[in-house]
């Protein structure tokens, strides 16, 4: 994992640089392309030595929702023609932390057991922003195994406030 870090660090850092007066749109893009190159078949594809990148750049461009602007087309090229497909995830992540750093703000994984409303998604990020001190980017994400409550992820700091944690505590108290 540390190589492929390696790897994309140079990747994410030179588009961040060009791409400095539309973060967002890069993002966007950018992240649609790490989309694609997570899938095990087209990387698969991509290896293959009997195709050639015009053929991998095709199928990649096939797969996106949206069409790339012309320095995402020119980005991907790069990517293809250096083999570095599969580093692609990495240099999304790689450049959302440098766009992160940049305004102030972290991405948070919000695990729920059951559906947040809009209303309650506010009025949990506000809150966490509290927590955390800076601005988030939520994403939420559905997994009954909770039970109830919430499991929030920002960076490497994880605040567990679900029933299945709250079990695990009280299991862990009687057995010890």
Partial sequence: MAE???????Y???LFQVSRAD???TQSWLDG????AASDELLQFAADPRVNARQVFEVVTGVLKNSLPERGANFLRAIIDNSRLAALPEVARQFRDLANAV????DALIQSAFPIDDSELNSLVTTLEKRFGRKLQAQVQIDPALIGG???KVGDE???TSVKARLEQMKMALTA
């Avoid at 492929?4 to 140079?10: D, G, K, V």
């Avoid at 305004?103 to 972290?106: D, H, Q, T």
């Fill in 4 to 10: 492929l870090a390696t790897i994309a660090r140079p």
């Fill in 12 to 14: 994410a850092e030179a």
């Fill in 23 to 25: 973060l967002a749109a």
């Fill in 33 to 36: 392309l790490a989309g694609a």
């Fill in 103 to 106: 305004s102030g703000s972290s």
């Fill in 150 to 152: 919430v499991r929030v």
């Fill in 158 to 160: 994880v605040l567990d």
